[in-house]
């Protein structure tokens, strides 16, 4: 399985160092003073094949070293439309910065666009959504990985024949959203049944025990977004490995510099309760 | 591949050099007088007239040509006695001088009446020579004596981090270092993630670093040479040499095949690293293997006095294994065949045939599935040189090289339940081609002076399929080569030039300039370089790096030549420079090449150096203040912005002092600019996690490094047999929390906050070696 494997050299690496290192190394917290920058735009928008309203999300960035409450962005105008001539304007809910649908439902094979405009700037992004995949099954394993020995959820799944498909998996553990973004690719196994394994790759993740109820959500999602996220884990997974390459901001499928990304996909989900 | 420009060359330097009815040749080899071992660079001059003489190539060999006449000859090296000769030179003669190794070697007493003044008279400028005994005595981490972390101690020399072997000449990326082991390039030269390099100090006769202005006979990298001579074994008799240490042990033996006429040297090392993980409290840990071995070997033989053949090997790999089947290893091999041949007493010739590898492969299980990847580049490798010396004054060498490199980016295997699949990636074949040739003139006079040229032919062959891309990576085409079909020619003339110019008999100012290419890349997005960095060869889209330097040197010499010093600036202009575009996913993607982006590079700086190479004490500051900034389009909105090896100060400071015979005291201190990286300038949330928002590229520093390394060798009793020593070092005396790294992160005690966390290596870390020599 392609994808696992890569994502497991990388690890892999992070261990190496941290394996010799631990015997040596010591953190502490330092104070570095960082440049400020004016505020830019995040945008987090999202459609699915799933019954409506859809949701557009609009904030900024904050210097470093404020605490962690991103400035919203009111009154933007947000417009999603399709490639079949539908078109919503979306209205901001009562939480402000995040923006709804009002009749727009996602439609596999379509391809939408998110037009905003705010602050006299109009950022564009597309998005396809592609056939939804089904879960065939969903099993557990103990796999002895590089932290430790570690139940892991084995995601079983028949990959769409004759192009490439991206797939992105959300674990939810007993109604929490885990963080760790699982993605594959079936770039040797086109049309093949496969498994992914979804190996936690931040500390937040908690560990899956007994009882626990577990729901896995399928993506299948389009090439740049897959890209988007791609390139946030890498930059997200943190580790040594990381210490001297280049950190740069993920690749964005929304132009004009907007951080973020606009999500169309089709997506399927399946529940177990570990024994 | 005979050009027949050789032929003209030859024919003109003939009606050049016309000789007269009454010269003769006097030549043959510099030897180590115990152990045979040909010394490199020696120094065989005429007392009268100054200047006249010659220095040993590569093989220790030296050819001078002279008037019929007596003279009085002097062979001499540093840290050797001075050999003075007599000679009636009436017909062609071969003399060998046998040197032996001062026993006072850093004593104020002097033999010969001349101090060595190598560096004042020397042609070649931004060229340093590594003492092999300094290397022994200077500190280093966990006391493993080490080829590269010692020149890092040079000025223009940079270390890539922490501990780490890896290095920056002049401001150059890593992979602009062409490391060669008795003339095969060594691509991957550190074990252990870089903490160590894969030079084993025992298998090592002579290193030399050349900081870009390196003879024509060398090419293909921008930076610098690092020339690496493996010791040729001892023809005299049996010797075993080992050492015992706290993460390697290492044990040589050498002896002569036929006494006199062939020897061999058999070197190896082991780590045991991973006897550490055996403390650890975890199991996981403690089931986990880590640790790298090298071998080193030898041989040669003398067939008769024209003739002389050399085997040379090196094979060294790095193991990590976490439980049975998950792992991964790396190594290098090297194989070097050289047959040396006398044409006559005038024209040394070298042939070479050359093998290097270097691999990688992983292992994994996964749900179930194994999975291994492999990726490796290959290289053979036929070199012929020559050395023709006419006259006294003139040396001539030229030759070519044919390098053929074969690259396996990446073959990933997986067996699912009903079958293996594989992935491969296209294979990547190239042949480099390169003809030389180079002039040395030493006047009796003031100024001496080389020039050079190579033509560098570079072809990426096929099989395969080749892309073209448009400026956004996408690609436009898609084209298939036949086997062997070329795909693209890179023709490259480089222009070598130095000259040294004598003011007196204790300085000298000289001037360098040198064109090198580069026509291997490496695509690696760390500076510490990863196991699994991936070489690309020139291609359809990639093209050949070409660096431009000039260097204005001034050489003096104080105290009768106890000290030298030495000062040099110099400006490089880099072209066809590579970066990554943003998030670019360089390994195991058949369209790597989409993701890099182009442009230029300019590095320029000052070195200083003072060197006291004589006395109870010695030692050297070296200082570099310097500059290193790209430009690429796609990148910081295409304005010039600092590397990351951009070091403005970097000062190395190395003192060794012998108190008595038995107990020597040394210490470095080393402190330089912190790297230039870029950090986050804010934060956003997207998809409930904080992320960091960047702007500019390495538009920060890492905080300034600083440390103090001490040593202590207690030299035991020594026989005619056996001698043994201690060495005791502290890394980090005064426990400085220097930077590795430094993380943003969230906050683990307060959800609202970010934190930045640095991660400091090393601090006082002791260690003890053991030393052991049967002679």
């Known amino acids: 399985m392609k994808t696992s494997i890569l994502n497991i050299v990388k690890f892999k690496n992070y261990f190496l160092i941290s394996s010799i290192l631990i015997f040596f190394s010591c953190e502490k917290v330092v104070d570095i003073n960082l440049n400020e920058k004016d505020p830019q735009i995040v945008i987090e928008g999202n459609i699915n094949d799933q019954a409506g309203p859809y949701f557009v999300k609009l904030s900024q960035t904050v210097n470093y070293d404020q605490t962690n409450e991103f400035p919203e962005i009111s009154g933007a105008f947000v417009l999603i439309n399709d490639n079949y001539g539908n078109l919503d304007t979306l209205f901001e809910t009562v939480n402000p910065g995040i923006y709804a649908t009002k009749f727009l439902q996602g439609e596999n094979e379509r391809t939408y666009t998110l037009k905003v405009v705010t602050n006299g700037k109009e950022y564009l992004s597309t ?41 992105r998996f959300i674990k939810i553990v007993n109604n929490v959203v885990q963080p760790t973004i699982y993605l594959a690719e079936d770039l040797t196994q086109d049309g093949e049944k496969l498994k992914v394994s979804l190996i936690d790759k931040k500390s937040e993740d908690v560990n899956i025990k007994s009882k626990d109820t ?60 570990l024994p | 591949m005979k050009s027949p420009l050789f032929f003209i060359l030859l024919f003109l330097l003939q009606i050049q050099f016309v000789e007269a009815q009454n010269k003769y040749t006097l030549s043959g080899y510099v030897k180590n007088t115990n152990n045979g ?13 100054f200047f006249v003489g010659a220095v040993t190539n590569a093989y220790g060999f030296y050819s001078i040509t002279l008037p019929e006449g007596e003279y009085t000859i002097s062979a001499q090296y540093f840290g050797y006695d001075t050999k003075i000769l007599k000679i009636n030179l009436k017909q062609n003669l071969k003399q060998d001088f046998l040197l032996s190794e001062s026993i006072n070697q850093l004593e104020e007493v002097e033999i010969s009446a001349k101090r060595k003044d190598e560096n004042i008279t020397n042609i070649q400028m931004g060229m340093a020579k590594i003492n092999m005994q300094d290397i022994k005595n200077i500190p280093v981490l966990f006391g493993e004596k080490d080829i590269l972390k010692t020149i890092q101690l040079l000025p223009g020399v940079s270390s890539t981090g922490e501990g780490n072997s890896g290095f920056y000449v002049r401001g150059g990326n890593a992979d602009q270092n062409l490391i060669l082991l008795d003339e095969a390039t060594v691509y991957n030269a550190s074990h252990l993630m870089g903490f160590f390099s894969v030079f084993n100090a025992d298998a090592i006769k002579d290193v030399s670093l050349y900081k870009g202005s390196q003879t024509s006979e060398y090419g293909g990298r921008l930076s610098s040479l690092l020339d690496i001579r493996m010791k040729d074994g001892n023809d005299k008799k049996i010797g075993i040499e080992g050492g015992l240490g706290l993460i390697a042990s290492r044990l040589a033996v050498e002896g002569p095949i036929v006494k006199n006429k ?130 006294s004054k003139n040396k001539l060498s030229f030759g070519l090289n044919s390098i053929y490199h074969k690259i396996i980016p990446g073959v990933i295997k997986e067996e699912s339940d009903s ?184 590095a320029y700086g000052l070195e200083l150096f003072l060197k006291k190479k004589y006395g109870k004490f010695n030692g050297w500051i070296g200082y570099t203040l310097s500059k290193s900034e790209k430009k690429i389009n796609g990148i910081n909105n295409g304005e010039y912005y600092n590397a990351k090896q951009d070091r403005t100060h970097d000062l190395s400071i190395v003192a060794i002092y012998e108190f008595t015979k038995k107990w020597t005291v040394s210490a470095t201190w080393v402190y330089y600019t912190g790297n230039a990286v870029t950090f986050p300038s804010g934060k956003y949330e997207v998809a ?38 201690w060495s005791f070092s502290l890394y980090n005396a005064y426990g400085k929390e220097n930077a590795y790294s430094i993380t943003f992160q969230e906050d683990p005690t307060d959800a609202t906050k970010t934190q930045a966390v640095q991660t400091t290596l090393f601090r006082w870390v002791p260690s003890i070696t053991y030393n052991f020599k049967f002679k």
Request: aromatic fraction near 16%.
């Open chain 2, 688 to 725: 409930g996690q904080i992320v960091n928002y960047y702007t500019e590229r390495n538009g920060y520093r890492m905080p300034t490094y600083h440390r103090l390394d001490i040593g202590v060798t207690w030299q035991r009793k020594t026989t005619e047999k056996f001698e043994s020593s």
């Open chain 2, 37 to 49: 071992e040909e010394i490199i660079g020696a120094k065989v001059f005429l007392k009268e007239p």
């Open chain 1, 127 to 167: 998005s396809t959504i592609h056939s939804p995949v089904q879960i065939d099954t969903l099993t557990i394993e103990n796999q002895s990985l590089p932290m430790g020995n570690k139940k892991v959820i084995n995601v079983e799944f028949q990959d769409v024949a004759g192009k490439t498909n991206y797939y």
């Open chain 1, 214 to 273: 577990i729901t896995i959500v399928l993506e299948s999602i389009d090439e740049n977004v897959h890209a988007y996220f791609k390139s946030l884990l890498k930059l997200n997974s943190g580790g040594m490995i990381n210490q001297s390459s280049t950190p740069t901001n993920p690749i964005s499928n929304i132009n004009n510099n907007a951080l973020g990304y606009f999500n169309a996909c089709s997506l399927t989900t399946k529940t177990i309760i």
């Open chain 2, 262 to 391: 062939g020897s061999f040297i058999i070197s190896a090392r082991r780590s045991y690293a991973d006897l550490f993980l055996k403390l650890s409290k975890d199991s996981a840990m403690r089931e986990r293997k880590l640790y790298f071995y090298d071998l080193n070997a030898k041989a040669n033989y003398r067939i008769n006095t024209n003739n002389r053949i050399f085997l040379s090997g090196y094979f060294g790999k790095d193991v990590f294994k976490f439980g049975d089947k998950i792992g991964i290893d790396w190594g290098n091999a090297t194989g070097t065949f050289r047959w040396n041949h006398l044409f006559s007493a005038k024209v040394f010739s070298n042939t070479s045939l050359i093998f290097s590898n270097y691999d990688y492969s992983i292992n994994t299980v996964l749900a179930g599935t194994n999975g291994e990847i492999i990726s490796r580049i290959q290289d053979y490798n036929f070199k012929q040189d020559f050395q023709y010396y006419p006259n």
């Open chain 2, 419 to 602: 079958s293996i699949n594989e992935l491969n990636i296209n294979y990547k074949h190239a042949l480099n081609n390169a003809l030389y040739f180079s002039h040395q003139f030493n006047s009796n006079k003031l100024i001496s002076f080389e020039y050079g040229f190579r033509f560098s032919f570079f072809s990426t062959l096929g099989p395969g399929n080749f892309y073209s891309y448009n400026s956004l990576g996408e690609i436009n085409d898609s084209t298939y080569y036949r086997k062997g079909e070329i795909v693209q020619n890179y023709f490259n003339i480089e222009p070598r030039f130095s000259l040294n110019f004598l003011l007196n008999e204790k300085s000298s100012v000289k001037f360098a300039y040198g064109r090198n290419t580069q026509n291997l890349h490496l695509l690696s997005n760390s500076t510490s370089g990863n196991p699994t960095d991936l070489w690309i060869p020139s291609s359809n889209n990639v093209k050949p790096e070409i660096s431009d330097q000039v260097s204005l040197g001034y050489f003096r010499n104080f105290k009768n030549n106890t000290f030298e010093f030495s000062t040099e600036i110099y400006y490089k202009y880099l072209q066809n420079q590579l970066d990554y575009r943003d998030g670019a996913e360089l390994r195991f993607n058949e369209y790597a090449e989409a993701q890099i982006l182009f442009g230029i590079g300019r």
